[in-house]
């Protein structure tokens, strides 16, 4: 398969199926819009496997074979798989982490096996490895002066990303038996998150809120954190990490400023509202 033909497919899976980051990677320049979405497009296969409707087994065993396919790609060998073809070109441009993907699946099979988070240092880790990883082989292709000094200032706007999505999932995830939170918050807050046969959250209410208001405030001090990134990028690259970042800033916003939003099911922006976060971005604004 030609390179041209298998960035082509990687960039359609993106615009189809990236709510979110497909607004900032449009504002990158094609070299790099076609490797960030080669990225994604293989990131959203990971994802796909783990989040399905098949039997655990069968989960691990495709998530194995991603792994499988992750090694092809550092062998540069050609599998005819245009998502695979685009990646091992993408790599070989962008010196692209590749082990940043092995922390994915990691993430991807704790969420297969059910691991539960008992403290924030637990679910740290989980958001780095499913988030985080995102953050280093976007930086990759950004590109940085210092990769080292840069890549853990990517990984926590990973982290802040990550944490704002289990927020906005809160009943999403309680509906597929997952709770992300931290037991020992819970407990803090004296919180359950169970529901009564109505779906009416059984917690005492300013417990509750409290509890979601932390999350949201813990959440913003990541973004203070990761939004460092956009001082080291270049224009456009910068660019697309503040529409992509901004988004979901934004989306964070909202859930503080109403955490009963979060407790209704998933929050979302309008898409005016994403094409306008993208709009700023480009203008040189910060989300």
Known sequence: MRTEQAYGTCVRITREQARNFSYGIRLLPAPKRNALSAVYAFARRIDDIGDGDLAPEVKLKGLENARSDLRAVEAGTDTGDPVLVALVDATRR?????????????????????????????????????????????????GSPDRARDEPIADDLGVALQLTNILRDVVEDLDNGRVYLPADELDRFGCTLKRDENGEFVDD?????????????????????????????????????????????????????RPTLVLKGRTSLPDWEKALVACVALAGGTP
Not at 128 to 141: E, P, T
């Open 94 to 142: 962008f010196d692209l982490p590749l082990d940043a993907f092995d922390d994915l699946i990691d993430g991807c099979r704790a969420d297969v096996l059910g691991v539960d988070y008992p403290d924030f240092d637990a679910l740290r880790r989980y958001c780095r490895c499913v988030a985080g990883s995102i953050g280093r082989l976007s930086l990759a292709v950004f």
């Open 205 to 257: 209410p300013e417990s509750l809120l409290a509890l979601l208001e932390f999350q949201a405030a813990r959440a913003q001090e990541w973004y203070e954190r990761g939004l460092r990134l956009l001082d080291v990028l270049d224009g456009r690259s910068r660019a697309c990490c503040a529409a992509m970042a901004g988004i979901y800033h934004r989306l964070l916003t909202r859930m503080a400023l």
